[in-house]
């Protein structure tokens, strides 16, 4: 029996399909990330470039666990050939020397391949479905890192206990990958990095924005990006319009013209003076907070007001994904690892790409069971994955092997339910805490 197992163990150490990184993060892309961003490694080190690239990659998957034990997790062993062991001094030191810019590269190459395979057939009206919504991740209160990112300032007296690196993402909705992000220094707001993500809107799609989004700046420029990148926001109780045309008899459906501000044309000054969009209004709000309706670009008659109405709530979905990143990769760990300026923005770099290999994955195998991919437990996919990695350890050197198609069989057992209908409509609720918080940075 004891030997049947030893087989077993040694048949699934050393498969005959390609590794996880190896199949889905092919070395030719992490070279040619390093390549690109002139971080090659000239002359062979003891932790190389595009291992430290992997290393970074499963920070993202371990955050439970130190560094130097995601290295032998990885299989990327501190020592040399002559087994000389190395000083996890050189983990730091490595990172430093490849710094964020090969990541930020991986990323927009393997973001942009991965979204081509698996994104593609997946359409509402033969349009592909995006959402940009942002987040806030918490660094180390470090005087470097506090002058960068800066604190949320809530009041000229009262602002967060730690400095923030504010994101914005642009999400596919059905597959909850990331296509691509923006983040920075909080001091500027979501919008401002939305409007760095104008390049990567798509031809035929529609993006669905928070209604924090609203502006003719971001919206108009985003649909003249392709002429039929649409978009849809909330509209804001303070929204000011002129009804040019009724398309319904109730009155809900309508063609509206909006004035663009004098401080948006001074930014843009191809702006027009007067924009134009469609508002589909909800019925009468039954709850507080209701969402009264939505602003869209889309204003052919074919969108009939019910679907519009009705796919809106789809963008609901999307915060999910950073429940995901935070709660599920990240274990609800307060603050990042990194401490220095750089070494954050590798870090976030590493755990995007880990969140789209997981949700890679989950997208296969909800293809192969043929049900949605939110259907399929995140949580589950994680930590299969994890062990996987773990259970290859003991193959050979650098590389982390899987059975892919067992893995998938498996993780096919944690097909969610179908989501049973609301009773009640989903409303915008008021964020509270019971608990005092004293501030450490009052006197």
């Not at 077993?8 to 070395?27: N, R, T």
């Not at 990958?177 to 035929?204: C, D, M, R, W």
């Not at 399929?376 to 994890?386: P, V, Y």
């Amino acid at each position: 029996m004891l030997a049947h197992w030893l087989i077993d163990v040694d048949d699934f150490a050393s498969p005959d399909s390609l590794s996880l990184f190896q199949k889905e993060l092919p070395l030719e892309w992490i070279q040619q990330a390093l390549d690109d961003t002139n971080k090659a490694s000239l002359r062979r080190r003891k932790l190389p470039a595009e291992l430290v690239v992997w290393l970074v990659v499963g920070i993202g998957l371990y955050r439970d666990r130190p560094i130097t034990d995601v290295l032998d997790k990885l299989d990327l062993k501190l020592s040399n050939s002559l087994g000389e062991s190395i000083a996890p001094s050189a983990i730091p030191q490595a990172r430093k020397r490849l710094t964020a810019k090969p990541l930020e590269a991986l990323f927009t190459l393997t973001a942009q391949h991965w979204a081509q395979t698996e994104d593609s057939d997946d359409t509402w009206f033969g349009l592909k479905l995006f959402s940009v919504d942002g987040t806030q991740f918490r660094t180390h209160d470090t005087p470097a890192l506090a002058e960068h990112f800066q604190y949320v300032k809530h009041s000229k007296t009262r602002h967060t206990e730690y400095p923030v690196v504010r994101l914005c993402a642009l999400c596919s909705l059905r597959s909850r990958l990331i296509h691509n992000v923006a983040f920075g220094p909080s001091y500027n707001g979501e919008e401002s990095y939305a409007k760095q993500l104008i390049s990567s809107a798509t031809a035929n799609s529609l993006t669905i924005f928070d209604r924090c989004y609203l502006g003719a700046e971001l919206m108009i420029n985003w649909q003249n990006q392709h002429g039929s990148s649409h978009w849809m926001t909330p509209i804001k109780s303070n929204t000011k319009y002129t009804i040019i045309e009724q398309l319904d008899e109730d009155g809900r459906d309508l063609i509206v013209e909006m004035n663009v501000s004098q401080h948006a044309r001074k930014k843009d000054p191809h702006l027009p003076e007067k924009w134009q969009a469609r508002l589909a209004l909800y019925p009468e709000k039954e709850q507080p907070n209701h969402i009264k309706g939505v602003l869209t670009s889309l204003t052919d008659k074919k969108y009939d007001l019910q679907s519009l109405l009705d796919v809106y709530f789809e963008r609901w979905e999307i915060e999910n994904s950073y429940g995901e990143i935070k709660h599920d990769m990240l274990e609800d760990e307060l603050l990042l690892r990194s401490q220095s300026i750089e070494g954050v923005e590798q870090e976030i770099w590493g755990i995007l790409i880990a969140y789209n290999l997981v949700r890679l994955e989950i997208s296969r195998i909800a293809k192969e069971a043929k049900v949605s991919p939110l259907r399929i437990s995140f949580m589950m996919a994680l930590r299969d994955i994890q062990d996987e990695l773990m259970w290859c350890a003991i193959a050979s050197p650098g590389s982390i092997p899987k059975k892919l198609r067992a893995m998938r069989e498996r993780v096919k057992r944690y097909i969610l339910p179908e989501r049973k209908k609301r009773p009640k409509s989903r409303t915008v609720r008021i964020s509270k805490t019971r608990y005092v918080v004293r501030s450490k940075h009052l006197n």
